[in-house]
Nanobody
């Protein structure tokens, strides 16, 4: 079992930056894939970025070149650095962890609002 707690969301102007953090309740060394998802009002949850245990990353086309996912296995954390934010990035952002046995866990989400 893993509890995930996101932080770092908030209100930012277009073009600004935010860094989201995801703190896990136990070691994530054995977690195969850490991911960030987001869900905007009235829309389905969508995958934003993933990072494997060996650091291979993948991004949604809509955030490529603007967002960077990272993980720190020693500190049991994952991060999402978001730059050049746009109003369409407004959503609740969720941290997700996937183990090799297929188990998956979700955080409670953190709100990101991009508005002037």
């Amino acid at each position: 079992q893993v509890q995930l707690v996101e932080s770092g969301g908030g209100l930012v102007q277009p073009g600004g930056s935010l860094r989201l953090s995801c703190a896990a309740s136990r070691s994530i060394f054995s977690i195969n894939v850490m991911a960030w998802y987001r869900q905007a009002p009235g829309k389905e949850r969508e995958l934003v970025a993933t990072i494997t245990s060996i650091g291979i990353t993948n991004y949604a086309d809509s955030v490529k070149g603007r967002f960077t996912i990272s993980r720190d296995n020693a500190r049991n954390t994952a991060h999402l650095q978001m730059s050049s934010l746009k109003p369409e990035d407004t959503a609740v952002y969720y941290c997700n962890a996937n183990a090799r046995d297929g188990s998956t866990w979700w955080g409670q989400g953190t709100q990101v609002t991009v508005s002037s």
